[in-house]
């Protein structure tokens, strides 16, 4: 007989905590909506871009209600299960890792509920561990390669989140303990809520030293572990349910290998060869001139999921979605506005389209094509200049990458700082 979801079961495995570990209790995200009225919204979204795609509608003609809906669901999400939109994000260059689990619940009819399930980036769908009981000591494993982006966020959705109902009739997690190369890292404490919970640490996840990608690739693999050691007991089933575990981080850049960068003495240089010192043209958008400016920082990674843009003149760029570029009226644009103000740290960018005006070294371009690249390629950025945020790449301006670390108010976000 089950007893009221109001109490705790807490199973402890011997010594789990007998170590001097930090206890992490993640910052409370958005809350889950999958419901008839988000559905019904969802419905309403898909008919707004099939609109848009048949001229019916255009993106400069949105009403105030159209708007609302993209600010609400976005309009790079494929359907309301998409724990990642299509945009470009971390994953674009990352997620080329493995899960594992201990157990995992045999598959009920057409529904599986295997270890993949962890990391597909939906929420239709989550891993239920297969021991009796309520899956203490079972153990959930990510494998990164060793050249494998840098993790500095944690992002859990607990429970069965598919519906609320579902979320409460199976179990929930309530304590893990997490290990970093099998070693032991801190205990996580997640709370019983129907919302994402983000653990957003001050030092990145993953091999520091990347100068020499090829290199680093000759090393292990590197791991984060999570052991099951209590749980928020079902209403109705002792199973224990996670629907996604994923992440966020850095290392994940931008323009193709041989993309021309104007030096100082106005020859080119392709930026896979930068150095740091090395001095390059930068354009002020105060002063509106351009100026020398010295390298401080660079970074290179293996991406997926990019664009080749070609211009009036001929010239073609080859880079990720979120990398902005400078419009003849002096404004940021992207293919993804949304992810650049975040990633690149800039303000009211725009949307980067076919006709788009950009600035460039010589005089205004358009943008003839916008077309998508298939496969991986290793991409290349500079992240910090001596002065100015931008650089000149195939005669086109755009902006440098800084890394994000993150640096978030203490009055409504938790730092974590795990030495």
């Not at 949105?62 to 993209?70: G, I, R, W």
């Amino acid at each position: 007989m089950k007893l009221p979801i109001s109490l705790i079961f807490i199973f402890l495995i011997t010594n789990s905590f007998g170590q001097d570990l930090k206890t992490i209790i993640p910052e409370e995200g958005e809350s889950f909506n999958f419901g008839i009225e988000a559905q019904n919204n969802w419905k309403k979204r898909e008919q707004l871009l099939d609109d848009i795609a048949n001229k019916k509608k255009s993106w400069d003609n949105l009403t105030v209600e159209d708007n609302e809906l993209f600010k609400k669901y976005g309009e790079t999400y494929l359907s309301m299960w998409d724990a990642e939109g299509g945009g470009c994000s971390w994953y674009c260059g990352a997620g080329e890792y493995t899960v594992t689990t201990s157990s995992e619940l045999s598959s009920n009819g057409k529904i599986s509920y295997t270890s993949k399930n962890l990391s597909d980036l939906s929420y239709k769908t989550a891993w239920v561990e297969g021991k009796k009981g309520y899956g203490i000591g079972e153990i959930i494993n990510f494998s990164f390669a060793p050249a494998h982006p840098r993790i500095t966020t944690l992002i859990f959705a607990n429970g069965y989140v598919k519906s609320k109902k579902a979320w409460k009739n199976n179990s929930r997690v309530h304590k893990l303990k997490m290990y970093v190369d099998n070693k032991p890292f801190a205990i996580i404490e997640l709370k019983d809520v129907y919302a994402k919970q983000l653990i957003r640490l001050d030092k990145p996840l993953g091999n520091s030293d990347r100068k020499n990608l090829d290199k680093l690739k000759e090393k292990e693999n590197w791991n984060i572990k999570f052991e099951i050691l209590s749980v928020y007991k079902g209403d109705k089933y002792d199973d224990t349910v996670i629907s996604e575990i994923y992440f966020d981080g850095l290392d994940v850049h931008c323009l193709a290998k041989g993309t021309q960068i104007t030096m100082s003495d106005n020859t080119l240089k392709a930026i896979e060869e930068l150095k740091i010192g090395d001095k390059i043209v930068s354009y002020n958008k105060e002063s509106k001139n351009y100026e020398i400016s010295v390298i401080k920082e660079l970074a290179s990674q293996f991406h997926k999921d990019l664009v080749s843009i070609e211009f009036s003149n001929g010239t073609q760029i080859t880079c990720t979605k979120d990398h902005p570029f400078l419009l003849n009226n002096l404004k940021w644009s992207s293919i993804n506005p949304y992810k650049t103000e975040i990633d690149y740290e800039i303000n009211n960018v725009v949307e980067l389209k076919l006709g788009s005006k950009i600035k460039s070294l010589q005089h205004n371009l358009e943008i003839i094509k916008i077309n998508k690249i298939d496969g991986v390629q290793k991409t290349y950025t500079i992240v910090n200049l001596d002065k100015n945020n931008t650089f000149i790449a195939n005669g086109i301006i755009t902006g440098i990458e800084k890394l994000r670390v993150p640096t978030f108010c203490l009055s409504n976000r938790q730092i974590i700082n795990i030495n």
